[in-house]
Structure formats: structure tokens, C-alpha cells
């Protein structure tokens, strides 16, 4: 008996250590993420390599898997009551994924890239797990981004306060903890839609918890604004607009006012901080409309780009170059750029046409799982998931948010707080 006692005080024990691991893992990757990575930065400056960032996430992640693994309440859902779709598509993307990977001509970045990949979907794999045996966690998702940012954006104005010239400061390139400051634009769109998660619970906030709302989403506005991040304002615009059409936004009409007051706000504020190069600000947002003169000037270049990657597409249809090999192929002009500034070229050329269908597939079911269940069923931080997963996919049409970390942690993490439980999925 004093055994069976032991035994069972050890379980206990391991199950509770496992879940304050992946609590606190899961923490360090919703809010701590970027203020750790600009203290990366301070400490070893030549970690703002996207390498470093892979290296700094993945480890985190890993220890959230571990600590998923270790809590014994969480409840993995047998093969063959999953989704019908789960195992053909995730097991021929893999495949196929590995493949292309192995026959790159760089294979050490393909592979590492590759891992890259799996350890993002492992990880949203175990949130997804994780959530649905501790339910309560999923309103934390939201608050840990929002809190996360506040706390980032906080730091950030106390150093640009502390710079001699900020207006001069070469924020474009040197934004702690983000390789570029369009990077940086994405991290804002992402908490802009997670502090209107309170708003899509249907029922009229009193005004202090308006009060609330209101100061979480200027922040967020201020420095998206600042930034000068177009894609990233297009994307929040067009991801509300299409939730508002699948009617994922009750009600729309407080929702669309409040935004337009706080961007209002944020858009005021950010203007005496804006440096008066035409790279940053609400000008740059129009700045290529006003004075290009082809598509490709009002697209920054991208046509070019694009043009560029579809031939090699062409060139290279079945396997494609190899994850992350697009980084390392002689390109003329734009080989100062990792990716394509485009998420389906992206995938083309990392994996070929077949592991782009297979990729798309495989990721417009899963969204097409948490639409059906939103649906039936009312949960905030879930419809904010959804939102931030979806302007992600929209942005990723023309920039890298499914390419750096930092993003595609982000979309992954989203996307399995908007699915339903795996409880309910194993049944």
C-alpha cells in the first residue's frame, strides 16, 4: 500500500512539474518572445541572424513540448479517431516535404529548415493538446500576446527615448529583436486583432472593460502606424472585413467604431515619434500609390520578385529548390532577399507544386475545421485566433509571415486556440 502511495504521489508530482514547464514555456512564447530576442541582441549582437531566431524559439518550443509530454491530464486523441483528412495529407506533406529536402542542393540549410517546420507543428500540435485538457488557458492566449506586447512596446519607447537622434536612429534594420521593422509591423497587426478578443463575445462590455479595450488597441495602432507596416494594415482591414462577411464578429458595427477610433488615436499619436525618412509612418502607407509609376513601384518591387521566383518555380517543379534554399541560390539583383515576399511561391519552391497543394490543403482544411466550429459555438479567444491566423495568411501573400519564427509561431499557436478541443475532435 505505502508503495501504491509513493507511486502515486510521484505521478502526481511529475504531472504537475510537466504542467507549470509548459505553462511557463508557453508564457516565454506569447509575451516574452520578442523582449528575450532584443536582449538577445544587446548581449551577443550577431544573433539577429534568422538562424539565431530558429535557434531561440526552437528551443523554447521544445521545452513547451516536453512539458506537454510530462503533464499526464492531457488527453492525445487515438489515430483513428481523428480528422479523416489528418493522416493522408500530414503524412504525404511529410513525406514529400522530407524528400525535397534531401535533394536540395544545400541540404544542411533544407534540413534545418525542415526541422524548423515539424518543431512548429509539433509545438501547435501540443498547444492544441494542452488546451483542450486545461481549457481556462485558451482566454490566456489572447491576454499573453496583448500583455507581451505592451510590455515590449514599453521598452522599446524607453530606448527610444534614451537615443540622442531617434529620428535618425536606423530603426529599419536595427529593431531589437527583429530583423526588420516590417517584422516588427506584423508582431503589431498580431496584438491589434488580439485585443478585440473581449468585443467578439457578443454581449456589450461596461464601460471600464471599454476603457480597457480601447487603451490595449491604441498601442498596438500607434507602432503599426509608426512602422509604416502597409501589408500588416491591409491584413488587419481585410481579415475583420472578411470575419464581419462570415459574420465571426458580433456585433460589427461596435467592433468597426472602436477600431476606427483607437486607429485614430494610435495614428495621432504615433505622428511626433515618426522619423521624417519616407520609410516609416502613415505617409509610407501611401507613399508608392502617390509617386510610382508602373505596378511594380506600387508593389515596392515585388512583381519583379515574383516574376523571378515563377520561373524558377518552372525550372524546378516537382521538389522545388529545397526548404530555405531560395536564401542561398544565385539570383542576380535580389539576392538580399530570403524569401519571395509571398507564402504560395514560398512553399513552391521549398517543397514543388506537389508539396505546395499538399501544404495548402492540409492548412485550408484545418482553418475550414476551426470556421465550421466557430460556428456552432461562442468563444472569444478562439474567434481571435482565428482572426490573427487569418490576416497572417493574408499578409504572408506579400511578405514573410510565414517565413521568420516569430510569425509562424504565432499563426501555428493561433490557429490551434481557434480548433475545437481534442477531446471533442477524439470522439
Known amino acids: 500500500m505505502q508503495n501504491r502511495s509513493m507511486t502515486a504521489e510521484a505521478f502526481q508530482l511529475r504531472a504537475g512539474a510537466g504542467h507549470y514547464l509548459a505553462c511557463a514555456a508557453l508564457i516565454l ?42 503533464d499526464r491530464r492531457v488527453a492525445w486523441p487515438r489515430g483513428a479517431r481523428l480528422p479523416g483528412w489528418v493522416l493522408p ?10 524528400l525535397a529536402a534531401l535533394l536540395a542542393s544545400h541540404v544542411e540549410a533544407a534540413v534545418l529548415r525542415q526541422a524548423e517546420w515539424l518543431l512548429h507543428g509539433a509545438a501547435a500540435a501540443c498547444l492544441w493538446a494542452f488546451l483542450s485538457a486545461h481549457p481556462h488557458w485558451r482566454a490566456h492566449v489572447p491576454k499573453a500576446i496583448v500583455a507581451g506586447f505592451i510590455l515590449y512596446g514599453a521598452a522599446i519607447a524607453a530606448f527610444l527615448l534614451q537615443i540622442p537622434d531617434p529620428h535618425h536612429f536606423p530603426w529599419l534594420k536595427a529593431m531589437l529583436g527583429f530583423r526588420n521593422i516590417r517584422h516588427f509591423s506584423a508582431y503589431a497587426a498580431i496584438a491589434l486583432i488580439a485585443a478585440l478578443a473581449p468585443l467578439l463575445t457578443g454581449e456589450t462590455p461596461d464601460r471600464r472593460m471599454l476603457w480597457r479595450i480601447c487603451a490595449q488597441m491604441v498601442v498596438p495602432w500607434a507602432f503599426l502606424f509608426w512602422s509604416g507596416g502597409r501589408g500588416a494594415f491591409i491584413a488587419v482591414v481585410l481579415s475583420l472585413a472578411v470575419m464581419t462577411v462570415l459574420r465571426r464578429v458580433p456585433p460589427p458595427g461596435r467592433l468597426w467604431g472602436l477600431a476606427l477610433a483607437t486607429a485614430l488615436l494610435g495614428l495621432t499619436i504615433s505622428i511626433p515619434f515618426t522619423p521624417p525618412h519616407g520609410s516609416y509612418g502613415v505617409l ?35 521538389f522545388g529548390l529545397g526548404p530555405d534554399n531560395y536564401a542561398h541560390t544565385p539570383r542576380g539583383a535580389s539576392e ?16 514543388g507544386i506537389p508539396g505546395l497543394l499538399l501544404a495548402c490543403a492540409g492548412l485550408g482544411m484545418t482553418m475550414l475545421a476551426a470556421g465550421r466550429s466557430l460556428a456552432r459555438r461562442a468563444d472569444a479567444p478562439a474567434l481571435a485566433g482565428f482572426g490573427i491566423a487569418l490576416m497572417l495568411f493574408m499578409l504572408s501573400m506579400v511578405a514573410g509571415a510565414l517565413y521568420y519564427g516569430l510569425s509562424v509561431m504565432m499563426c501555428l499557436f493561433c490557429l490551434a486556440c481557434a480548433l475545437p478541443s481534442a477531446r471533442h475532435e477524439s470522439r
Open 29 to 70: 512564447l506569447l509575451a516574452f518572445l520578442p523582449l528575450s530576442r532584443a536582449l538577445e541582441f544587446i548581449l551577443v549582437p550577431a544573433s539577429h541572424a534568422t538562424l539565431g531566431a530558429r535557434l531561440h524559439i526552437g528551443v523554447i518550443e521544445l521545452v513547451f513540448i516536453a512539458g506537454v509530454l510530462a
Open 89 to 98: 495529407i500530414g503524412g504525404a506533406w511529410l513525406l514529400w516535404s522530407t
Open 284 to 318: 509610407r502607407l501611401a507613399s508608392d500609390l502617390v509617386e510610382g509609376e508602373s505596378a511594380n513601384d506600387y508593389s515596392s518591387g515585388r512583381l519583379e520578385l515574383w516574376q523571378q521566383a515563377l520561373g524558377m518555380v518552372a525550372a524546378h517543379p516537382v
Open 336 to 351: 538580399a532577399f530570403e524569401h519571395p515576399h509571398n507564402a504560395v511561391l514560398q512553399s513552391a519552391l521549398e517543397w
